[in-house]
């Protein structure tokens, strides 16, 4: 039941980490014009940047803030008053505004990056908090490079700065080092010794670097995090954040698992991904789950076969979940039978089972040269395979030609009924796709049928 699962607090920071990806940074129309999709797709909070970076990233929060009245809208700052203070003079026009500050916690930053000992480290963040606090009363946290540093220190640290006013705990896994089971003990032993925690949220902000970004997330939501930290398509530095689009839609898929809701939208999932490319012209990998081309593409003959007579034999989601206007039969050399005689249905040409094997035979012929057959090839094939003047019966006919006969059949009661083609598949009622179903409901597709 809806009202049993826990609700996750989704953080979107495509505008501020994801922006950090090189080749995707924006303008502040154009960050504008995203956040309102994100704002459409239900994130709950939005960072919508860095204002101490530049008098770009400034400006951009502050429409953003100005602009947005549902969502909390975040801004980033070093543990600094410039940048807290910078931060929130861009953010004070918000409906709901929160300083987000951070300061690395590992040994490695602290040495090399910081120079400062663990006490300086400790002290500046408690500072930095309460001077946040001073003019938001949202104020997130984040233990840089957490994944990464000692356990005890950093839950010194995180009950100094739940003192000093923080409301939530951000746990960073700042260079994508950390894996699943490793990152929900972590979260485990932050609940269990950290004074005051059960005041704040928990969150949780992986990077991809090993590939784990959102499974490490989601066994941190499993150890009692409430907010994950992500970015459209993923993006983000290096590597890229865990992806918004698949944290989101492994909760709905297997609730069995993660008994948790968001407020996401889904099916704003795809427009907010296509927005993103389109602003930053970079290009989704097209086998990128959820939202990627191929995401629900299928080649493969059997595959095809089965998606035909049913969607759920190789779709664990529709695609209409997610965005995505439909399920494509990309016709290859992989590509059976049945997938080629539904698309010849849909440019208008029926076959029966001996044109449609010969059309086939050539398909196959031309789909190991070319790898893709579209729309155009596949008519140019059928003009090519059709020989009226050779052929006393015609190997296919068009389908408006075919409707014609029988028309004319109909207003000639006298002549005997043309013996009708047996089509394949023979169209009888539509399956999901709006696709017919074969009649023959046990007719395996024999997809490696001429090889
Ligand atoms: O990855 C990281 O550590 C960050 C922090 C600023 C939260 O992006
Ligand atoms: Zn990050």
């Not at 797709?41 to 101490?52: H, Q, W, Y």
């Not at 698949?246 to 099916?267: C, F, H, L, Q």
């Not at 089965?306 to 969607?311: C, I, Q, R, S, Y």
Request: charged share 25%; net charge negative; proline share 6%.
């Amino acid at each position: 039941m809806a009202s049993e699962h826990i609700r996750i607090t989704v953080f979107d920071t495509t505008l501020r980490d994801g922006e950090q990806s090189p080749g995707c940074s924006m303008n502040r129309e154009e960050k504008l014009r995203l956040a309102h999709q994100l704002d459409r797709l239900g994130a709950d909070v939005i960072e919508a940047g860095f204002p101490i970076a530049s008098d770009g990233d400034f400006e951009s929060v502050k429409a953003i803030a100005a602009g947005l009245r549902r969502p909390i809208i975040a801004a980033l700052a070093r543990a600094c008053k410039p940048d807290i203070e910078r931060a929130w003079e861009a953010l004070k026009g918000a409906a709901h505004p929160r300083i987000h500050v951070f300061l690395a916690t590992s040994d490695i930053h602290l040495q090399y990056k910081l120079r400062i000992t663990r006490e300086e480290c400790v002290a500046q963040a408690r500072e930095a908090v309460a001077f946040a606090k001073s003019f938001c009363a949202d104020v997130e946290f984040s233990p840089e490079d957490a994944t990464r540093s000692d356990p005890e220190f950093l839950c010194q640290m995180l009950e100094a700065v739940i003192e000093a006013g923080a409301t939530t705990l951000n746990i960073p896994d700042t260079v994508g080092y950390t894996v699943p089971a490793e990152f929900g003990e972590l979260i485990a032993t932050i609940r269990r010794r950290t004074k005051g925690i059960e005041k704040v949220t928990i969150s949780a902000h992986c990077h991809n670097d090993l590939g784990m970004a959102v499974a490490n997330t989601m066994a941190a939501i499993s150890a009692g995090a409430r907010q994950v930290e992500c970015t459209i398509n993923g993006i983000g530095e290096r590597a890229g954040n865990a992806s918004l689009e698949e944290i989101v839609m492994a909760t709905r898929v297997r609730k069995d698992r993660y008994p948790y809701t968001t407020g996401i939208v889904s099916n704003q999932l795809f427009p907010a991904s296509q927005l993103l490319s389109e602003i930053t012209g970079v290009p989704v990998q097209p086998n990128k789950a959820i939202i990627g081309r191929n995401a629900f593409a299928h080649e493969a003959g059997i595959h095809q076969d089965g998606v035909l007579k049913n969607p759920l034999t190789y779709e664990i989601m529709t695609p209409q979940s997610v965005g995505v206007p439909d399920s494509k039969l990309v016709l290859g050399k992989h590509s059976g039978r049945h997938a080629l005689a539904i698309r010849c249905e849909q440019l208008g040409y029926q076959f029966d089972r001996r044109a449609l094997d010969d059309i086939y035979r050539r398909f196959v012929r031309l789909a190991d040269k070319i790898k893709r057959v579209e729309d155009h090839h596949l008519l140019e094939l059928i003009r090519e395979t059709h020989k009226p003047a050779a052929s006393a019966t015609p190997l296919f006919e068009p389908l408006p030609t075919a409707y014609a006969a029988a028309a004319s059949a109909v207003a000639a009661p006298a002549a005997a009924p043309p013996e009708p083609h047996r089509p394949f598949p023979m169209a009888q009622q539509p399956n999901a796709f709006g696709l017919p179903f074969p009649v023959d409901h046990h007719d395996q597709e024999d997809y490696l049928w001429g090889v």
